[in-house]
């Protein structure tokens, strides 16, 4: 709560607080509710009319033109930050007196002389629908703050699991790698491999890729911790007893920010080279054009192998190294308590899923949100249908974080403070 320079009060804004720590863990965690549903709630109501009401007055203490030229810049700057919530909230209450309007009307319509008329009539109250829909997501999206690395690049690594499933983990490690590449190229971002060890039958062990373009990081930080598949394999030493396996592997997603300055001494540097595995036809095993560089005084280790050329693998190596030392200094920012590796990773239990692919029963299951999607081929091709999955994350990510903020505030208000 506040008390405004030029002399009138406000509860302070989404518009003005740091970022939320969303908390996916709880065990007792409701059915996810979406946007429009918190929109009906009374304290949203009411705190979105004192937003709009503070949008009026700053209006008119701008045009009255008598505050001195720090206060006008204040006001300025608070107009500019309001004027978007403002406009969305008066727009949704439009489109709802529309949609009253509409249905007081179709009562009315009951003979079939004038079914024609219902029918257009109910067409464009869904049309109404939809559009509040939008304009609720739209609205929840402007007053959650912005977060420091939402725009970033990112390094995402998939690890099989080593504890169960064995080759059938390999395989949907593979299966989960290339998900995301083509969800990358969905996203028209550019998806580099930076490192790829593969299986002996096939499947995957470990890769990691840089992937740069817009709202990576804001896309994909939520896809960070353990995935569970049930299947029947199909290939491999599982598929011969021809049962139902569980296996998990495992997602780390870290933002790179684009100007990531970390000193690096070469002294701290051991830097070996190898010869690369996987695809690459004759140059494959006949040169130590991989690189492995670990940097001594942390343990961090990284390879590269995505090149023919040594030391183009270098540089590249070098420069995932200096993002996962700046990560040392993010994750203290994103968790006081853990860091985001660990976060996202645990401690690769199954009981610490956060996905769970039933091939048998084709659902995927995101349990944060108590979420079924069906048509696990149309999620693993990684288009619309895993971005529809990955939105609904995003609202869920945005509609707790305005709970949890109007739950702090009225906390504050019955306090007294």
């Known amino acids: 709560v506040g008390l405004h320079n030029c002399g009138f009060w406000r509860p302070k804004s989404l518009l003005d607080t740091a970022r939320f720590t969303l908390s996916f863990n709880s065990r007792h965690r409701k059915k996810h509710q979406d946007s429009r549903a918190l929109w009906k709630h009374e304290a949203v109501q009411k705190y979105l009319e004192t937003l709009s009401k503070e949008y009026q007055q700053v209006s008119r203490l701008l045009n009255a033109d ?11 700057k608070r107009c500019a930050d309001l004027s978007p919530v403002a406009a969305a909230f008066q727009e949704i209450k439009e489109a709802e007196r529309e949609v009253q309007e509409l249905e007081a009307m179709c009562r009315e319509l009951d003979s079939r002389d004038e079914k024609q008329l219902l029918e257009l009539a109910l067409e464009e109250k869904e049309t109404l629908d939809k559009k509040i829909n939008m304009l609720c997501r739209k609205l929840f999206q ?11 690049h990112v390094i995402l690594e998939v690890t099989a699991g080593r504890t169960t499933g ?6 949907f490690t593979k299966e989960m790698f290339e998900m995301y590449q083509n969800y990358a190229d969905y996203k028209s971002w550019t998806f580099d491999i930076v490192n790829y060890t593969p299986a002996e039958i096939g499947g995957l062990h470990h890769a990691a890729a840089h992937i740069s373009g817009d709202d990576v990081y804001r896309h994909l930080k939520y896809e960070g911790g353990t995935h569970r598949v049930q299947r029947i394999p199909e290939t491999g030493l599982s598929s011969r007893m021809q049962r139902i396996h569980t296996g998990t592997m495992s997602v780390i997603v870290l933002p790179q920010p684009e100007e990531v300055d970390v000193k690096v001494d070469p002294k701290d540097l051991r830097i070996d080279t190898f010869r690369a595995k996987g695809a690459g036809g004759q140059h494959v095993n006949k040169t130590d054009s991989a690189v492995r560089i670990v940097h001594l005084p942390t343990g961090l280790a990284v390879e590269c192998q995505q090149e023919r050329s040594q030391l183009l693998n270098k540089e590249i190596a070098l420069r995932t190294l200096r993002a996962k030392l700046y990560q040392q200094v993010i994750e203290k920012q994103l968790s006081q308590e853990q860091s985001a590796r660990k976060l996202q990773l645990g401690t690769r239990a199954q009981s610490e899923r956060i996905r769970t692919y039933n091939f048998t029963q084709d659902r995927v299951t995101d349990h ?18 895993l971005d529809k999955l990955i939105n609904r994350l995003l609202e869920f990510a945005e509609v707790e974080a305005v709970t949890e903020y109007l739950g702090n505030l009225q906390a504050l ?4 403070c």
């Open 142 to 152: 402007l007053l959650v703050p912005k977060e420091k690395y939402d725009r970033s």
């Open 413 to 416: 208000e019955g306090g007294g």
């Open 66 to 76: 008598s505050t001195n030229d720090f206060e006008q810049r204040t006001l300025r």
């Open 166 to 171: 064995g080759d059938i983990c390999q395989q």
């Open 368 to 385: 944060r949100i108590l979420y079924d999607a069906r048509n696990i081929k149309e999620i693993l091709s990684g288009k619309e249908a």
